[in-house]
Nanobody
Framework: QVQLVESGGGLVQAGGSLRLSCVAS????????MGWFRQTPGKEREFVAT???????YYADSAKGRFTISRDNAKNTVYLQMNRLKPEDTAVYYC?????????????????WGQGTQVTVSS
C-alpha cells in the first residue's frame, strides 16, 4: 500500500507560481510512475502531467510550457512546478501513483491517490 500526501497549494494571483509536492510512503517509489491530475466542481478529474520511473515526462496541452513535473527518488517526492498561473488553473490537484515504470495519462491506470490540495488563482 502506498500513501500519498500533497502539499503546496494555496491562493495566488494570476501570473504567479506555486510548487506542489507529493510525498509517497514505501520503499519502491523509484519503480512507480507518478502523475498529477486536477478537478473542479462538477467536472471530471483531468490529466495534468506524468513522469515515468526513468524521468520521461508528458503534459496536457494546458500545462505545456508552464508546468514542470519532476521527481526526487531519494525523498520519495514528486513535484509540480506551476508558473504563469491562470484563473482557469483553479482546481483541487491530486497526486497519483502507478505501480508500473511507464507513465500514463489515463486516470484509471493509477493505483493510488492522494487527498488533494486546493489551488486557487485569482484574476
Amino acid at each position: 500500500q502506498v500513501q500519498l500526501v500533497e502539499s503546496g497549494g494555496g491562493l495566488v494571483q494570476a501570473g504567479g507560481s506555486l510548487r506542489l509536492s507529493c510525498v509517497a510512503s514505501g520503499r519502491t517509489f523509484s519503480s512507480y510512475a507518478m502523475g498529477w491530475f486536477r478537478q473542479t466542481p462538477g467536472k471530471e478529474r483531468e490529466f495534468v502531467a506524468t513522469i515515468s520511473s526513468s524521468g520521461s515526462t508528458y503534459y496536457a496541452d494546458s500545462a505545456k510550457g508552464r508546468f514542470t513535473i519532476s521527481r526526487d527518488n531519494a525523498k520519495n517526492t514528486v513535484y509540480l512546478q506551476m508558473n504563469r498561473l491562470k484563473p482557469e488553473d483553479t482546481a483541487v490537484y491530486y497526486c497519483a501513483a502507478r505501480h508500473n515504470i511507464y507513465a500514463t495519462m489515463l486516470l484509471h491506470e493509477y493505483d493510488y491517490w492522494g487527498q488533494g490540495t486546493q489551488v486557487t488563482v485569482s484574476s
